[in-house]
């Protein structure tokens, strides 16, 4: 069954400190990778995919397929990055997304 | 471009009640979805449209759930009657299929408490 994991529900940083976010997930086709974020008070919205291969706000995220993983990276946290950060797979072809429970990300001062 | 509306953005009801979402996407968009996100969990998918047709139901509780998407544009969703799990944040999205990739535009949502 395809299945979105990402193990942290909250993860602490300092400003300035690197960020590691992590998902791994299950699907036995070939998948499309997405990152979303929640801001407070905001609509959830995309961050990146993976088919892009880009770097947003910072972030960057890389498919490794042999790890099954899509973590999401980005090298200096900054305070405004504190958001709730959901990893999302799709099944190609079906504009259908699974969503992983999603990690709060607090960047502190 | 305008966002995908929602409305109410709250609700509160007592158990056994009937309750109806609306979601207006954004004009052009041939997909629409409904999610349920409980707290502490990431969005579900309850019902995908395709124009006014159904692509995926299968994870909707057809018993006391049902949604339709008349004309293909604006989409109700309706519980009846609503039992106290179906407290959540219930996200309408809606997607252009001609895009090179799926990005899904999300509402609000409207917070449905079930007391």
């Known amino acids: 069954a395809q299945r979105v994991t990402q193990p942290e529900k909250l993860l602490s940083v300092f400003k300035g400190a690197p960020v590691e976010l992590k998902c791994n997930y299950s699907y036995s086709g070939s998948p499309e990778l997405f990152w979303y974020v929640q801001y407070s008070r905001q609509r959830l919205q995309l961050l990146l995919r993976?088919?892009s291969r880009e770097s947003i706000k910072g972030f960057t995220a890389d498919l490794n397929k042999g790890e099954t993983s899509f973590h999401l990276k980005k090298p200096f946290a900054q305070e405004e990055d504190s958001a709730m950060y959901y990893c999302a797979l799709s099944q190609a072809g079906t504009y259908k997304y699974i969503f992983g429970t999603g990690t709060r990300l607090k960047v502190l001062a | 471009e305008a966002g995908v509306a929602q409305s109410p953005r709250y609700k509160i009801i007592e158990k056994r009640q009937s309750v109806a979402f609306w979601c207006n996407p954004i004009?052009?968009?041939?997909?629409l979805y409904w999610y349920q996100q409980i707290l502490g969990q990431g969005p579900k998918l309850l019902i995908q449209f395709q124009n006014n047709g159904v692509v995926d139901d299968s994870q909707l509780p057809k018993d006391r759930f049902s949604a339709e998407r008349l004309k293909g544009v604006d989409s109700t969703l309706k519980i009846q009657p609503a039992k106290l799990e179906d407290s959540a944040v219930y996200l309408c999205a809606s997607a252009s299929t001609g895009a090179s990739y799926n990005e899904q535009f999300f509402g609000p949502g409207t917070r449905l408490t079930v007391l």
């Open positions: 004009s052009g968009h041939a997909t």
């Open positions: 993976h088919i």
